[in-house]
């Protein structure tokens, strides 16, 4: 039965990157494939993801995710914090899109670790790490001064993340925010600006998006 399931995974996956304009190769489909396997058979036994629906986890893990690279910009050397990763979105699927990217996964729940580490393992990805750290304890950490491109979350307000921001990014870094609408509130006092907005909606009803790109109020 799970092969079914696999195969429609797959389908609805080539067919909404595509309307997108979001290309994957065979390999990049293959990896996906086993990513999604993985994450139905873990989550039999962690909550990693509370949506069942085939098509529904593609377009709102999977999909969203790889929607994150519209704000990605063409950098050498690119690296990226993935926020309250959880199962691994949308760090991973970025990586699968491009290999390139240096992919630090946050994610305190040591459940949710383990699976990181174990889908990383299992995908053979490269320049991908995981540490099991709240935002505001890994922001006073040495290792992650000034080190990150970008710094990227799903549906966590502005205000739990930009207080921790500022000192991870590299000079020219930009913070990405999800959300189902236009930023309500003030980066500035947390000495941030808007740089970019992409709204778009989700396929098949799932939802409506603000992909909200955030850079030091210093930075021009």
């Known amino acids: 039965m799970f092969h079914v399931e696999q195969a429609l995974f797959v389908d609805v996956l080539i067919e909404e990157t595509s309307i997108f304009g979001i290309k994957l190769d065979q390999d990049q489909v293959s990896a996906f494939a086993s990513y999604y396997r993985e994450l139905d058979r873990w989550n039999q036994k962690i909550n990693l993801s509370a949506i069942q629906d085939t098509k529904e986890i593609v377009i709102k893990h999977f999909l969203d995710s790889l929607l994150y690279s519209q704000a990605l910009e063409q950098r050498k050397n690119a690296s990226l914090l993935d926020v309250g990763s959880g199962a691994g979105f949308p760090g991973l699927p970025l990586k699968i899109l491009a290999p390139e990217l240096r992919v630090t996964l946050l994610e305190p729940n040591e459940k949710k670790t383990s699976f990181l580490r174990h889908i990383i393992g299992t995908l053979d990805l490269k320049n991908v790490s995981v540490v099991s750290r709240q935002l505001r304890d890994f922001s006073r950490a040495p290792e992650g001064s000034g080190r990150f491109s970008y710094i990227a979350t799903r549906a966590v307000e ?9 000192v991870l990014l590299e000079e020219q870094g930009r913070v990405i925010l ?36 955030l850079q030091p109020s210093t930075v021009s």
Do not use: M, N
């Open 178 to 213: 999800c959300l189902a609408k236009a930023l309500d509130s003030d980066p500035a006092k947390h000495g941030f600006k808007i740089s970019r907005e992409f709204a778009y909606e989700l396929p098949h009803g799932f939802g409506r998006r603000v992909l909200t790109v």
């Open 158 to 166: 502005a205000a739990q993340i930009l207080p921790f921001s500022a």
